[in-house]
């Protein structure tokens, strides 16, 4: 007689049933049903918890899993997540090894996981970026030695006023130096903000910027009234190509958080956004760890520069030999003729080092700023001024 198609289910249910009425043996039973006694014994107590649902066959996963996250350490990742929810699992986790070191917190990618799973993530636009730039900053291998400056992209307040911060971090430490919001991109506001950065932490010994105003012009060597009187503090110029926002990188990638965690959306008033501000210059510098600092903050980085902020402002001096003119309404007089230079140089010293007996070499400090032909009593323009640059170098006649 051929034996009957049965489910494993089926099987076990018609075991129980006979357990329960059969008074013979139990180890007979569970022969002529081929298990052991120990696996009949499990599926009679099943069965008495659960009944006959609980005779299915169920999951062989360990329910205490030896990697298993507390529900109190999920909720302090959570929680600080929730206080910096722009940060990532690398920040988050420096962070809370800061706050207790004895605790053993879960890998980068379990706090990852835990993040997603809470819908605690941010979505972010795939972005196609530009080759990046080794300028400004190839140098720039302590405090001080670069500043970048710039305006962050403007944006309304929920009370609809133009909002135009100005910003100002150290290129070494990524010190956030400033963060101020500015009625206008004027000379004397940007002023008085830099007078007030110099003053607290010293003089730099170069700035970078790009080549829009205040910084500079589209005058003679770029200058403005800005950079004329940062060459005055002895603070080199330094100026990103046109289009090319990747050469102060560091710079725009600060601005991007300052965007996420400061103006999305944005306060109801400037002086509100300002208070955000604020804020975000405090957490940036002593809170916030920057992965390419070692996961150390700006401010445990960042030291003030040795050179300070001088009481009065030193003229421009120039070597013997240089002939030294002041600069009125943007004229310098040269053999009873004044000539055009720049508004930027107003009521400044320019000097002139003589090329030879025709062409001069016109200088503000140590830049040079163009070529007077004596005879003609005028400035070489750029062509000129190249050919003249070329034929010096190869020590030819440079009649023009």
């Given at each position: 007689m051929p034996w009957r198609n049965t489910c494993a289910m089926d099987e076990r249910c018609q075991f129980v049933l006979e357990a329960k009425t059969e008074i013979g043996p139990f180890t007979e039973l569970c022969a002529r049903y081929g298990i052991s006694p120990k696996t009949g014994y499990k599926w009679l107590k099943r069965f008495s918890t659960g009944g006959v649902a609980n005779l299915a066959?169920?999951?062989?996963?360990?329910?205490?899993?030896?990697?298993?996250?507390?529900e109190e350490i999920e909720?302090?990742?959570?929680?600080?997540?929730?206080?910096?929810?722009?940060?990532?699992?690398?920040?988050?986790?420096?962070?809370?090894?800061?706050?207790?070191?004895?605790?053993?917190?879960?890998?980068l990618s379990t706090m990852s996981r835990i993040i997603k799973a809470h819908g605690l993530t941010i979505d972010r636009k795939?972005?196609?970026?530009?080759?990046?730039?080794?300028q400004p900053?190839?140098?720039?291998?302590?405090?001080?030695?670069?500043?970048?400056?710039?305006?962050?992209?403007?944006f309304k307040t929920g009370d609809g006023h133009r909002?135009?911060?100005l910003t100002i971090t150290d290129g070494f430490s990524r010190y956030l130096l400033r963060c101020q919001i500015?009625?206008?991109?004027?000379?004397?506001?940007?002023?008085?903000?830099?007078?007030?950065?110099?003053?607290?932490?010293?003089?730099?010994?170069?700035?970078?910027?790009?080549?829009?105003?205040?910084?500079?012009?589209?005058?003679?060597?770029?200058?403005?009234?800005?950079?004329v009187w940062w060459l005055r503090l002895g603070i080199g110029l330094e100026r990103i190509d046109p289009g090319e926002p990747q050469q102060n990188g560091r710079h725009e990638r600060m601005h991007l958080t300052l965007k996420q965690e400061t103006a999305r959306p944005p306060a109801q008033s400037l002086r509100a956004q300002q208070r955000r501000f604020?804020?975000?210059?405090?957490?940036?510098?002593?809170?916030?760890?920057?992965?390419?600092?070692?996961?150390?903050?700006?401010g445990s980085v960042y030291q003030p520069s040795i050179r300070p902020y001088p009481a009065r402002l030193p003229e421009m001096e120039y070597g013997r030999g240089m002939e030294v003119r002041r600069v009125d309404r943007g004229l310098f007089r040269w053999g009873g003729t004044r000539i055009f230079l720049s508004h930027a140089l107003d009521e400044e010293l320019i000097g002139l080092q003589c090329c030879d007996d025709r062409y001069w070499r016109i200088y503000f400090g140590t830049l040079g700023l163009a070529i007077l032909d004596s005879f003609d009593l005028r400035l070489l323009d750029a062509r000129?001024?190249?050919?003249?640059?070329?034929?010096?170098?190869?020590?030819?006649?440079?009649?023009?």
């Open positions: 066959d169920q999951s062989r996963t360990s329910k205490n899993h030896p990697n298993q996250i507390s909720e302090s990742i959570l929680e600080i997540r929730r206080a910096h929810a722009s940060w990532g699992p690398k920040k988050l986790q420096v962070l809370l090894h800061q706050a207790d070191g004895e605790i053993s917190w879960p890998s795939r972005r196609r970026h530009a080759t990046p730039s080794t900053f190839a140098d720039c291998n302590a405090s001080n030695r670069t500043w970048s400056a710039d305006y962050k992209g403007w909002c135009d911060p500015v009625e206008a991109e004027s000379y004397e506001l940007a002023r008085g903000i830099f007078e007030a950065a110099f003053r607290e932490y010293g003089l730099p010994e170069a700035i970078r910027t790009d080549n829009g105003p205040p910084f500079a012009t589209t005058g003679l060597g770029g200058l403005s009234r800005l950079s604020d804020a975000f210059c405090q957490q940036y510098n002593d809170v916030r760890p920057h992965e390419a600092l070692g996961m150390k903050t700006p000129e001024t190249k050919r003249f640059e070329k034929a010096l170098t190869q020590r030819v006649d440079y009649e023009i």
